[in-house]
């Protein structure tokens, strides 16, 4: 059985970029029902990244097709760093994990900075609101449209990708719908298209305004009426249930609990927060086999590390590097599905990266990116002429002020935060290692770069 102050650090390690002393003591007093509620308060509003926060004025006068790619590869390292920021520092803590969950269930990877910033501020907006409005608002993206071919889908000419996902990832999931309900709805999504600044629009003269049969239901049939059908259908609740209970608990969820989670929610009219509250809420989210259990995704990862160490960068190229290293980019999904989380983000290629991230920070270690894991078309480190600049790598004892801690005190709070969450399953090295810091024979940065290096700590 778990006590009250580990029930609150695994909390806040599945709803938060991760706990932090100061967190800790303010929830201690605070039911888990109070503080649940005090986390959906709190990501209440909703703030979106701006155009002027991404782009770079001085770039603007850029017009040769080299110049345009570099200010395009700047924005976007800037919509990455702002996010992983976010996630890790914004005040709307349980809103951005969230979003960070809908940004793998919507997968799109897009070379347009500006559509790839609408269609994030759009996943952030609507995270803890409705899954109705969420999927209508996400479905009208032209980052989404560009990037499932729905530009492409005219009468005569159907094209079945966005209709096919829309079902398979989105909604239904796989087994729950036929070809012919694929072809019927891509008739139906005819004509969605978008104008030259992002906005959507329904071409008439594209649109296939017959009949379709889709799932049992005939009708004219427009895009809207297929989500709306897809929404009314009760598997869609069953699949979002399972999906998100899976990403906040790292389980599959047993049928009884999916029947009823899934009821409610749908009862709700896919109130997010309600479902949020049902299983955050329940015993079985603090059940030994939840309970520091989960892989830590490359991006949880660092948001840990960054609101752990409370760390600032000086521009946004570090954060993209590390996270090319890693293995996971945000808002760079592998494929339509998006990541496969798990036990594949530990293999030999990331586990000693991994395991001495938190050194290289804490003691401003060279982090070199010769190789890294990813590499994304026209993303090396290249000036306005497409060249190559200073290779891939950088060293953080020339970044100002990155590390922002009190010297020692903080020290000695992060470290206790860590014994408490790890003690569990170091009791052995933990003892030694308190007896070793009491007596100074090993000091408190060592001892906090001993405890992030450890296994464990891969661990949510």
């Given at each position: 059985m778990l006590n009250h102050n580990q029930k609150i650090i695994h909390l806040l390690h599945r709803t938060t970029g991760g706990p932090r002393l100061k967190d800790l003591l303010r929830f201690q007093s605070q039911s888990i029902i109070a503080i649940v509620d005090e986390l959906i308060h709190k990501s209440s509003t909703y703030k979106q990244f701006t155009r002027d926060q991404v782009f770079d004025k001085n770039l603007d006068t850029l017009k040769k097709a080299r110049g345009v790619k570099y200010r395009n590869r700047v924005a976007k390292r800037r919509i990455s760093d702002?996010?992983?920021?976010?996630?890790?520092?914004?005040?709307?803590?349980?809103?951005?994990?969230?979003?960070?969950?809908?940004?793998?269930?919507?997968?799109?990877?897009?070379?347009?900075?500006?559509?790839?910033?609408?269609?994030?501020?759009?996943?952030?907006?609507?995270?803890?609101?409705?899954?109705r409005e969420l999927l209508h608002a996400v479905s009208r993206e032209k980052a989404m449209i560009l990037y499932l071919d729905n530009n492409k889908n005219i009468e005569g000419q159907p094209n079945e990708?966005?209709?096919?996902?829309?079902?398979?990832?989105?909604?239904?999931?796989?087994?729950?719908?036929?070809?012919?309900?694929?072809?019927?709805?891509?008739?139906?999504?005819?004509?969605?298209?978008?104008?030259?600044?992002?906005?959507?629009?329904h071409i008439q003269k594209h649109h296939d305004k017959g009949s379709k049969t889709i799932l049992g239901q005939t009708g004219q049939f427009t895009g809207d009426d297929v989500l709306n059908i897809l929404l009314d259908n009760k598997q869609t609740s069953r699949y979002i249930t399972s999906k998100l209970y899976q990403f906040l608990t790292g389980q599959t969820i047993p049928n009884g609990i999916k029947d009823s989670l899934s009821?409610?929610?749908?009862?709700?009219?896919?109130?997010?927060?309600?479902?949020?509250?049902?299983?955050?809420?329940?015993?079985?989210?603090?059940?030994?086999?939840?309970?520091?259990?989960?892989?830590?995704?490359?991006?949880?990862?660092?948001?840990?590390?960054?609101?752990?160490?409370?760390?600032?960068?000086?521009?946004?190229?570090?954060?993209?590097?590390?996270?090319?290293?890693?293995?996971?980019?945000?808002?760079?999904?592998p494929n339509v599905s998006g990541w496969t989380f798990g036990k594949?983000?530990?293999?030999?290629?990331?586990?000693?990266?991994?395991?001495?991230?938190?050194?290289?920070?804490?003691?401003?270690?060279?982090?070199?990116?010769?190789?890294?894991?990813?590499?994304?078309e026209g993303d090396e480190d290249s000036g306005e002429d497409g060249r190559p600049k200073n290779g891939n790598q950088f060293n953080f004892s020339s970044i100002e002020n990155f590390l922002h801690l009190d010297p020692e005190e903080n020290m000695k709070q992060?470290?206790?935060?860590?014994?408490?969450?790890?003690?569990?399953?170091?009791?052995?090295?933990?003892?030694?290692?308190?007896?070793?810091?009491?007596?100074?024979d090993i000091s408190t940065k060592d001892l906090l770069i001993v405890l992030l290096s450890q296994p464990e700590y891969q661990l949510n």
């Amino acid at each position: 059985m778990l006590n009250h102050n580990q029930k609150i650090i695994h909390l806040l390690h599945r709803t938060t970029g991760g706990p932090r002393l100061k967190d800790l003591l303010r929830f201690q007093s605070q039911s888990i029902i109070a503080i649940v509620d005090e986390l959906i308060h709190k990501s209440s509003t909703y703030k979106q990244f701006t155009r002027d926060q991404v782009f770079d004025k001085n770039l603007d006068t850029l017009k040769k097709a080299r110049g345009v790619k570099y200010r395009n590869r700047v924005a976007k390292r800037r919509i990455s760093d702002l996010y992983i920021m976010q996630l890790a520092k914004g005040e709307e803590q349980l809103r951005e994990k969230i979003s960070f969950f809908w940004h793998d269930h919507f997968p799109v990877n897009v070379k347009n900075p500006g559509q790839t910033l609408s269609y994030l501020n759009t996943i952030r907006k609507h995270a803890l609101g409705s899954f109705r409005e969420l999927l209508h608002a996400v479905s009208r993206e032209k980052a989404m449209i560009l990037y499932l071919d729905n530009n492409k889908n005219i009468e005569g000419q159907p094209n079945e990708n966005f209709a096919r996902e829309v079902m398979e990832l989105f909604t239904l999931g796989i087994g729950h719908y036929t070809e012919n309900d694929v072809l019927e709805a891509a008739r139906a999504f005819t004509g969605w298209n978008n104008k030259n600044n992002g906005d959507f629009i329904h071409i008439q003269k594209h649109h296939d305004k017959g009949s379709k049969t889709i799932l049992g239901q005939t009708g004219q049939f427009t895009g809207d009426d297929v989500l709306n059908i897809l929404l009314d259908n009760k598997q869609t609740s069953r699949y979002i249930t399972s999906k998100l209970y899976q990403f906040l608990t790292g389980q599959t969820i047993p049928n009884g609990i999916k029947d009823s989670l899934s009821d409610q929610f749908y009862n709700s009219d896919y109130d997010i927060c309600l479902l949020l509250r049902l299983i955050l809420n329940a015993e079985d989210f603090y059940a030994p086999s939840v309970v520091s259990q989960k892989i830590k995704s490359p991006i949880e990862l660092i948001t840990n590390l960054v609101r752990l160490l409370n760390l600032e960068f000086k521009n946004a190229t570090y954060l993209y590097k590390i996270q090319m290293k890693l293995g996971q980019i945000v808002l760079y999904p592998p494929n339509v599905s998006g990541w496969t989380f798990g036990k594949s983000w530990i293999d030999l290629n990331t586990v000693t990266e991994r395991l001495e991230l938190g050194d290289k920070f804490l003691s401003n270690k060279t982090i070199r990116i010769n190789k890294p894991l990813l590499s994304l078309e026209g993303d090396e480190d290249s000036g306005e002429d497409g060249r190559p600049k200073n290779g891939n790598q950088f060293n953080f004892s020339s970044i100002e002020n990155f590390l922002h801690l009190d010297p020692e005190e903080n020290m000695k709070q992060l470290a206790q935060l860590l014994f408490n969450r790890l003690s569990n399953h170091l009791d052995v090295l933990i003892a030694e290692l308190t007896n070793r810091w009491l007596t100074g024979d090993i000091s408190t940065k060592d001892l906090l770069i001993v405890l992030l290096s450890q296994p464990e700590y891969q661990l949510n």
